[in-house]
C-alpha cells in the first residue's frame, strides 16, 4: 500500500518546475532539486528556474499561495532528503548516461519501497535501469507529463517488465484522483503513444501541405478546429513547440523504430530543410513558419506573415477560397461538420480524407506495440494533443466502412486486429447500452465496459427514457438514487429564457414529486459563458425596457429558487463560469468545482453590473464576514474591488480569495470529470435532513459611510489609468447596491430591497451609450471595449 505526503522532483528546468507547481497545487508538500551552484548560493540553479517557471503565462500554479509547499535545493546538499520523500521523480536532461548517474545517487539515499519515475518523453524506459538494484528496478517507472503539466492533462505511465504491478496500478489511479490526470498505460516504445502517433500525423501533414500546395495558413484552419483540434493547428503548433524539437523527434523515431515502416519511408519537404538550415525554428527564434512584423491590421491585431512553402519565401496571407473552410466554420457539430467535409471535392477536403486515412492506419499499426488499448490511444490523443476526439472515435463518426476507404485510398493498410472486425461482422469501435460504455478489446475481439467511468456521470449516455423534462435548451435527467441533473443545451451554454424557465420547473418537479435534490451540471468544456448577451442587447438597442425588466426579473427569480427550494441544489461547474453562471452557482446550497473552472463575475466588461443576483449575494456575504469589532471599510472595498475590476478566478482554488467560493460550504475536484458526480454524493448527504431557508432580513450594509469609502476607490483608480469615466459610473451603481443605497447611517436590510437596488442599477445602465458601445463591440469581437 503506497501513501504519497512529500513528492521531489530532480530537475528543475521548463518541465520540472513545472511538475513541481502542479504537484504542490494538488495538495503535496515538494522537493525540487537541481545542480549545485558554485557561489554563496548553492540553490540559485533552482531558484532562478522555478521563478522563470512562476513567471510564465498561463500560471503553473492553482493559487501563488501553494508556493509555500515546495521546498527548493541542490544535489549535492540536499539528496540526503529523499529518505523522507515517498515519491522521486526525474525530470533531468534526455541523456542515458548522466540520467544513470543520479539514480546511482538516489539508491543512496531512498528508502526501499518508494517510486521511482522518470518523465523522460523519448528514451525507452528500461534502458535506464542498468546497475540499479532489485527493489529499484521493481519500484521504478515511467511518469510522461505534457508540456504545462496543469494544463495539459495526459499522464502516460510506462512500467517496464520489472515494475511490480501494484506500483503501475496505484500511479493511474493516484494520477487520476489526485493529480486530476487521464492517466493512461502505455507499452514500453519510443515515444510512447501521443508523441509517437502526434509527432508522425504532423510530419505527415507536412509532406500533404507540401504536395497539394496549399497556404500553411489554410492548412491550419483544415488540421485545426475544422477537424476538431486547437485552432493553432499544424504549423503554428511547431512555431510554439519549436522545429528543433519536432525534428528531434522525428530522427530518434527513425533511430529507434527499425520495424516501423511508415517511419522509415517518412521523408521531410524541402522547406524544413531550409527552415533548419537558416536556424529558424519559430518563436523560440523570431521566426518559423511564420514571422511577426511591426504591422498592425485594422481592427490592432499584429500582423504575421507566413512561409510559401514552394518558393520559401515570406507573404501576407490572402483570404481563402477553399469551400471546405467556408463549411467548416458554418456547421458547429463536430461529427456533422467531419462527415461534410470529407464528401467536398475541393483540395481542403482532399487534405483531410488523406490525413484521416494516414491516421486510421498508423493509429491501428500502434497495437499492441505502444498499447493494448484502443481507449488508451483516443485518450493520450485527446488530453495531450488537445483533440476534441481520438483516432477511434473518428473513425466511428466517419462510419467503419468509409474508414477502410479513406485507408485504401492513400495506399495503406489497417492492422490485422482491423481486419478480424470486417471478418467477424464488427463495425465500430464504441458502443452505448443502458448508460453504460463499452470498447472493443483489438487482442480478442470484444467488447468491454470501458474502465475508470465508475465516478464519471457521462449525460450523453442516458437514455431518453432517463429525461424527466425538458426545452429547446435545457435537459433534466434522472441520474439515480432520486436525484436528477439539469443540462444545459443551448449554445455556449449561455444562460437565457429557456434555460432559467427550465430550471424553475426541474426545482418544481423535484419539489413535488419527491426527488431528493438536483444537480446543476453538464459535461461540455465550459459550464456556461453567462447571460444571453444577444438578448439583452437586442432589448436594449430596441429600448424594450418592460421586457428588459422582466427578463432580469426571470433571472433573480431564477436564483432565489435555487437558494429557497425544499430541496438541496449544488451546483458542478467546471471551465468558463461566468456572469449569470456564477450567479446561480452562489444561490445553490453548494458548488462543486472542477480547479480548472475560470470564474468570475465579468459584466462591468459590458458596461453592466451582475443582475441576476450577484451583486446581492456579495453584500449579504460581505454582511456575514463583517464582525461589530472590524475596522469594515477595507474589506467593503476587497469586495467592491472584485467586482467594479470584473476579476476572474483562474482556478476554483482563487475563487475563494475573490468571494465566489465559500469555504464553509464550497469545494474543489482536482480531476475534470467528478464534479456531478461528487455533487450527487451532496445532494444526498444534505436531503436527509435538508430544512428549506428563510429569506434574508438582517444584512448588514454601510449607507453613506460605505458609499463614501467606495467612491474614494473608484476615482482612485480613475487616478491611476485603470478606469474610464463609463468605468467610475458602474462602479457608482455597484457601490450604490453594496452600501444599500444612500442610507444616512448603517442598518440591516432584506434580500428583496437589494435585488430591487440591483434590478434598478442595471436597468439604468442599459440606457447607457457607452454601454450599448460596449455590449456590441463583445458581440462583434469577442473581446471586451473599455470606453
Known sequence: MFRINKIAVLGSGLMGSAIACHLAGCGFDVLLLDLTHQSQDRNQITKKALDKCLASKPSPLYDKNFLSRIQIGNFDDDLSKLQLCDWIVEVIIENIEIKKQLYAKIENHRKPGTIVSTNTSGIPIHMLLEGRSEDFKQHFIGTHFFNPPRYLRLLEIIPTKSTKKDVTEFLLAFGKTYLGKKTVLCNDTPAFIANRIGVVSMAKIFNLAHELKLSISDVDKLTGTAIGRPKSGTFRLTDLVGLDTAIFVITDLKKNCLNDEIIQELQLPTFINFLIDHKWFGNKSGQGFFLKTDEKDSTGKTKFLSLDL??????????????????????????????????????????????????????????????????????????????????????????????????????????????????????????????????????????????????????????????????DELRLIDIGDGVLCAEFKSKYNAIGEGILKGLQESIHIAESQKWNGLVIGNNATNFTVGANLMLIGMLAFQQEYDQLDMAVRLFQQTSMRCRYSSIPVIAATQGYVIGGGVELLMHCDAAICAAESYIGLVEMGVGLLPGGGGTKEFTIRLSDEL??????????IQRFKTLATAAVATSGFEAFDLGYLNKTRDAICIYNGFQIQLAKQKVLSLATNYIQANQRRDIQVLGRSGLAALY????????????????????????????????????????????????????????????????????????????
Open 310 to 471: 514552394q518558393n520559401h519565401e515570406y507573404n501576407l496571407d490572402t483570404k481563402s477560397n477553399l469551400e471546405s473552410i467556408k463549411i467548416a466554420k458554418q456547421i458547429e457539430d463536430l461529427p456533422k461538420r467531419l462527415k461534410a467535409l470529407i464528401k467536398l471535392q475541393d483540395t481542403g477536403a482532399i487534405l483531410i480524407r488523406k490525413l484521416l486515412g494516414f491516421l486510421f492506419a498508423y493509429a491501428s499499426q500502434r497495437i499492441p506495440e505502444s498499447s493494448n488499448s484502443i481507449e488508451s490511444i483516443d485518450e493520450a490523443m485527446r488530453n495531450g494533443f488537445g483533440w476534441e476526439l481520438g483516432p477511434f472515435e473518428t473513425w466511428d463518426v466517419i462510419g467503419f466502412t468509409e474508414g477502410i476507404q479513406l485507408i485504401e485510398a492513400v495506399s495503406q493498410k489497417p492492422a490485422a486486429w482491423v481486419i478480424k472486425m470486417i471478418e467477424t461482422g464488427k463495425n465500430q469501435f464504441y458502443k452505448f447500452e443502458e448508460q453504460i460504455s463499452y470498447v472493443l478489446d483489438p487482442l480478442s475481439s470484444t467488447y468491454n465496459r470501458q474502465t475508470g467511468q465508475e465516478h464519471e456521470i457521462k449525460l450523453n449516455h442516458y437514455n431518453s427514457d432517463k429525461c424527466v423534462y425538458k426545452n
Open 627 to 636: 464582525k461589530e469589532t472590524d475596522v469594515q471599510i477595507p474589506q467593503l
Open 712 to 787: 474614494a476607490a473608484a476615482n482612485s483608480m480613475k487616478l491611476g489609468g485603470y478606469a474610464s469615466d463609463h468605468d467610475v459610473k458602474i462602479a457608482h451603481k455597484i457601490a450604490n447596491v453594496l452600501c444599500g443605497g444612500d442610507l444616512s447611517y448603517p442598518q440591516k436590510v432584506s434580500e428583496n430591497y437589494l435585488l430591487d437596488l440591483e434590478r434598478e442599477a442595471f436597468l439604468s445602465l442599459c440606457t447607457e451609450p457607452k454601454t450599448m458601445e460596449r455590449i456590441q463591440y463583445m458581440l462583434e469581437n469577442n473581446k471586451p471595449l473599455r470606453n
